[in-house]
């Protein structure tokens, strides 16, 4: 059973730092897909960071330059530093996966199968 639960959400000013973390259990495949999504009240869900098991990573343009996602396979963990985060920002954000095999998932639509239960992101002017 996959489980992925996400910590490290907080308030912060414009300009400030965060680092989410995704603890991963039940996803043990030799190539995979995972995501950072967000959705901010009356907003769609979208997805911010693409990462895929040979190493590729995609961004969003709102956060290019400013996010970076990682996985540490080791601690088996999906990881999304923040970096001089604006008001914009704010949102509940979600760590995704996609099912067994898949691995066109670097552009367009992201084919995920697991979520986990979200992490507030607010950022103050």
């Known amino acids: 059973q996959v489980q992925l639960v996400e910590s490290g959400g907080d308030s912060v000013q414009a300009g400030g730092s965060l680092r989410l973390s995704c603890s991963i259990s039940?996803?043990?495949?030799?190539?995979?897909?995972m995501a950072w999504f967000r959705q901010a009240p009356g907003k769609e869900r979208d997805v911010v960071a693409r990462?895929?098991?040979?190493?590729?990573?995609n961004y969003a343009d709102s956060v290019k330059g400013r996010f970076t996602i990682s996985k540490d396979n080791a601690k088996n963990t999906l990881y999304l530093q923040m970096n001089s985060l604006k008001p914009e920002d704010t949102a509940m954000y979600y760590c995704?996966?996609?099912?067994?095999?898949?691995?066109?998932?670097?552009?367009?639509?992201?084919?995920?199968?697991?979520w986990g239960q979200g992490t507030q992101v607010t950022v103050s002017s």
């Open positions: 995704a996966a996609a099912r067994s095999g898949v691995t066109s998932c670097i552009a367009g639509l992201f084919p995920a199968s697991y």
């Open positions: 039940g996803y043990t495949y030799r190539t995979y897909c």
């Open positions: 990462f895929r098991s040979d190493g590729s990573t």
